[in-house]
């Protein structure tokens, strides 16, 4: 018997995306309080150690949209606001970062050639609250993931090196209005290894040009001189884990691990503050840890929500590499509703 074939058409490619609103809360940096310092003896030069940033709350909207099968924007606003006073009078309100908003356009090239390189250009828009410091950044990064390690032990998802330029500028008005130009040749990877490990690692060394001299000087704060251009490094390495506890349904909940050097920063000066005489270290580092609990509930298939809670320990306030110590918890908790389209 003759029978017609059905024969179904490719699905056609739309636009997609996704939208994140979360909201994270900051609380009091342990050992912040006037008490808790006096018993370990400090003075009052010493009292403000612990990070300045404390009860405080933090709106975060981050959207994603694939217009095309090529071409990807993203857009993440940032908005910041203190919760408490606090009581020690050194510390008369709670502070917190600067809004912000950042956009990027990226557009995929796909391989090069006959390799196994994939090229992805990138544009970039930072900005500070109001007149604050902007940045204006393209580059390119070349995906070199594909000729890697793939194998049941260690799995290559990103090794991209990234060439890029920069302006930089603090505001329209003063010293800052001339900006600055920025040189960079990135190093960005990601690894995936068994029982839910992963590993980032990052090198972003830059060479930078200051349209306004920058006062440097040695390690005492004498012999101060001034310099246009300077050589900077940054290395990120960040290892995760997560473990999922339960789930029932719609519903997850996870213990979620990250810590490492975020990051070890090099500089091939010491910077010189003529306001405070504070000086610069030539290499400093961030070590923390963030264990956290995570539960999801995935209410529709294109709604996700989510809530987690942990806390964060990082020398928050001492990071030359020759003095870095302090290291305290500063607890967190956030919330917050994906929704896919």
Known sequence: ????????????WKPNGSIDVQYRWYGKTENKVDGQLEKEGLGEDELDWAREENNYGRLQTEAKINFTENQKLEVRTRNFHTWVHGKNPEYPKAKADKDSVRLRHFYNFGKIADTKVNATSRLEW???????????????GFNFADYLFNNEFVKTTNFTVRPLYAHKWTNHR????????????????NFEFPYGFELEFKLEPTYTFYGTKQMISDKDGENLREKKRA?????????????????????????????????????????????????????????????????SYQATEFVKLYAAAGAEYRNWKVKDEDYATRWRWQPTAWAGMKVNF
């Open 126 to 140: 930072d900005q500070k609250s109001g007149d604050g410091a902007k940045k204006l950044e393209a580059s390119v």
């Open 231 to 295: 050589l900077d490094m940054d290395v990120t390495l960040i290892l995760s884990n997560s473990v999922n506890l339960y789930t029932q349904d719609k519903f997850a909940l996870d213990f979620k691990f990250e810590g490492g050097y975020d990051p070890y920063s090099f500089h091939q000066y010491r910077s010189y503050d003529k306001k405070t005489e504070d000086v610069g270290a030539k290499r400093s580092y961030s070590l923390y840890a963030l264990p956290t609990l995570e539960a």
């Open 174 to 189: 003063g010293n800052d209005r001339k900006g600055s130009e920025v040189l960079g040749l990135y190093l960005e990877s």
């Open 1 to 12: 018997v003759y029978r017609d074939r059905v024969v179904q058409a490719p699905a056609k």
